[in-house]
């Protein structure tokens, strides 16, 4: 039976709707975000309880986002194969909801780090393999509305997790009861993805109804895995790669900024994930409204994003608590624009046919740079706060002349290269 489009006229019927699909992917990754996030919003003053320095939180926490981010290369390609994506997707799932809990009963300082870091490989694994999923799926509704639903969801757990654990630490007066209470979530969203596993065994079903003679799946018997990895990615993908890289090299982790805000006396440790959590409120709508404004105007939303990011220092890491947080609450902005927006972006840049490696390139290429950026911001931090600030400024400037001047953005929303030439 034909699965394109173009064959015959006939496609599968999905099991479910397309938006059916991306709203319980985005009760998945809401319960996940509970887990994760929760644990994040406590990940630096945990650390600093335990005996680490600013600049050891900086680097754990960038080094996390890092091989979160960097590792997508590998699983990138890996979710170029169609029968993949679903393992991926439990198996990165899986070792969240495992590693998580696991630092509730840990006072060692080095196994914490490592367990914060298996917790950022879990979403290395997964995070390809399921924003493929995602964007067959978008394919119909358009790639920011799919992209920016999902992470508005997201939030809904990113918002709840830092609460849980901020009453768990209010009430009890330690980080551990918080990170084992997280196991629950972590349950509920393993449940969920089996059985949707199960439902929709192949969401590109739903790229397949929506087909057209430039987008169309390959049918059976055509170009195989050598002839994809042949297709290049273009020109337009690779500037947008070399912007997002030096914006992320700019941009400071809430490991520090919560560090920052407990070392310096600003707020007491359990207020910090109820800041995570309004932080994380900003961070959906910022999503939402990045997300449809990119279906109309493509990756010009994405010039506010070096703004945002060069605030962040000026406002985050000030000895006066207004400012201070307010300063994490444009974190959060920034973030949401970040994880929604350019995501769209790569999904309308890069061939169809190898948007897992798409996006395992992409994320290594921006991963290795806040890696490097966490580093400089962590000596900074120590040096001088306002050399910091300055440095920052600096780095976003330099993102913005680059887009200006290379144009990443000159692509129409929604457009598929054909892989043979610039977008």
Same mark, same amino acid.
């Given at each position: 039976?034909?699965?394109?489009?173009?064959?015959?006229?006939?496609?599968? =019927?999905?099991?479910?709707?397309?938006?059916?699909?991306?709203?319980?992917?985005?009760?998945?990754?809401?319960?996940?975000?509970?887990?994760?996030?929760?644990?994040?919003? #406590?990940?630096?003053?945990?650390?600093?309880?335990?005996?680490?320095?600013?600049?050891?939180?900086?680097?754990?926490?960038?080094?996390?986002?890092?091989?979160?981010?960097?590792?997508?290369?590998?699983?990138?390609?890996?979710?170029?194969?169609?029968?993949?994506?679903?393992?991926?997707?439990?198996?990165?799932?899986?070792?969240?909801?495992?590693?998580?809990?696991?630092?509730?009963?840990?006072?060692? &300082?080095?196994?914490?780090?490592?367990?914060?870091?298996?917790?950022?490989?879990?979403?290395?694994?997964?995070?390809?393999?399921?924003?493929?999923?995602?964007?067959?799926?978008?394919?119909?509704?358009?790639?920011?509305?799919?992209?920016? &639903?999902?992470?508005? *969801?997201?939030?809904?757990?990113?918002?709840?997790?830092?609460?849980?654990?901020? #009453?768990?630490?209010? /009430?009890?007066?330690?980080?551990?009861?918080?990170? *084992?209470?997280?196991?629950?979530?972590?349950?509920?969203?393993?449940?969920?993805?089996?059985?949707?596993?199960?439902?929709?065994?192949?969401?590109?079903?739903?790229?397949?109804?929506?087909?057209?003679?430039?987008?169309?799946?390959?049918?059976?018997?055509?170009?195989?895995?050598?002839?994809?990895?042949? #297709?290049?990615?273009?020109?337009? @993908?690779?500037? @947008?790669?070399?912007?997002?890289?030096?914006?992320?090299?700019?941009?400071?982790?809430?490991? &520090?900024?919560?560090?920052?805000?407990?070392?310096?006396? *600003?707020?007491?440790? =359990? #207020?910090?994930?109820?800041?995570?959590?309004?932080?994380?409120?900003?961070?959906?709508?910022?999503? %939402?409204?990045?997300?449809? %404004?990119?279906?109309?105007?493509?990756?010009?939303? &994405?010039? !506010? /994003?070096?703004?945002?990011?060069? =605030?962040?220092?000026?406002?985050?890491?000030?000895?006066?608590?207004?400012?201070?947080?307010?300063?994490? /609450?444009?974190?959060?902005?920034?973030?949401? !624009?970040?994880?929604?927006?350019?995501?769209?972006?790569?999904?309308? %840049?890069?061939?169809?046919?190898?948007?897992?490696?798409?996006?395992?390139?992409?994320?290594?290429?921006?991963?290795?740079?806040?890696?490097?950026?966490?580093?400089?911001?962590?000596?900074?931090?120590?040096?001088?706060?306002?050399?910091?600030?300055?440095?920052?400024?600096?780095?976003?400037?330099?993102?913005?002349?680059?887009?200006?001047?290379?144009?990443?953005?000159?692509?129409?929303?929604?457009?598929?290269?054909?892989?043979?030439?610039?977008?």
């Amino acid at each position: 039976m034909p699965t394109s489009a173009s064959a015959a006229g006939s496609v599968p =019927a999905a099991p479910m709707t397309a938006i059916r699909f991306i709203l319980v992917f985005g009760i998945i990754s809401a319960l996940m975000d509970m887990v994760y996030e929760g644990a994040r919003s #406590v990940t630096g003053p945990f650390l600093g309880a335990l005996g680490a320095s600013a600049l050891l939180v900086s680097v754990v926490t960038g080094a996390g986002e890092a091989v979160a981010l960097v590792l997508r290369l590998v699983f990138g390609r890996l979710a170029d194969r169609p029968g993949l994506r679903w393992a991926l997707a439990i198996s990165g799932y899986a070792l969240t909801a495992v590693s998580v809990p696991l630092l509730g009963i840990t006072d060692a &300082l080095w196994i914490a780090c490592l367990l914060v870091l298996a917790e950022r490989l879990g979403k290395a694994v997964r995070s390809p393999a399921k924003d493929t999923m995602l964007a067959e799926a978008g394919s119909a509704l358009g790639q920011g509305k799919a992209f920016a &639903l999902h992470e508005a *969801l997201d939030q809904v757990g990113a918002l709840l997790g830092p609460l849980l654990v901020g #009453v768990a630490l209010a /009430l009890s007066g330690s980080y551990g009861p918080g990170f *084992l209470l997280l196991a629950v979530p972590g349950l509920a969203a393993m449940l969920i993805l089996f059985r949707l596993r199960r439902r929709v065994p192949d969401p590109a079903v739903y790229e397949a109804a929506d087909a057209s003679p430039a987008t169309a799946l390959p049918a059976p018997g055509g170009p195989g895995p050598a002839s994809v990895k042949a #297709v290049p990615m273009p020109r337009q @993908y690779w500037l @947008y790669a070399a912007f997002s890289s030096l914006t992320m090299f700019g941009y400071a982790t809430f490991g &520090l900024l919560s560090f920052h805000l407990v070392a310096t006396g *600003l707020l007491p440790p =359990a #207020v910090v994930p109820v800041l995570y959590a309004a932080a994380m409120g900003v961070d959906a709508v910022a999503a %939402l409204a990045s997300g449809w %404004l990119f279906d109309r105007v493509g990756l010009k939303v &994405l010039l !506010v /994003l070096p703004v945002l990011a060069a =605030a962040v220092p000026w406002l985050g890491f000030s000895n006066n608590t207004a400012l201070a947080v307010t300063g994490v /609450l444009v974190w959060g902005a920034a973030m949401g !624009v970040q994880e929604s927006t350019m995501r769209a972006g790569v999904a309308g %840049l890069a061939p169809a046919a190898r948007r897992g490696s798409a996006y395992g390139m992409f994320t290594a290429c921006y991963g290795l740079a806040w890696l490097a950026g966490s580093f400089l911001i962590g000596v900074l931090y120590e040096y001088s706060i306002p050399a910091l600030a300055i440095t920052v400024t600096a780095v976003q400037a330099a993102a913005l002349v680059i887009f200006a001047v290379v144009r990443p953005h000159a692509v129409r929303p929604g457009l598929q290269s054909s892989g043979n030439e610039p977008s």
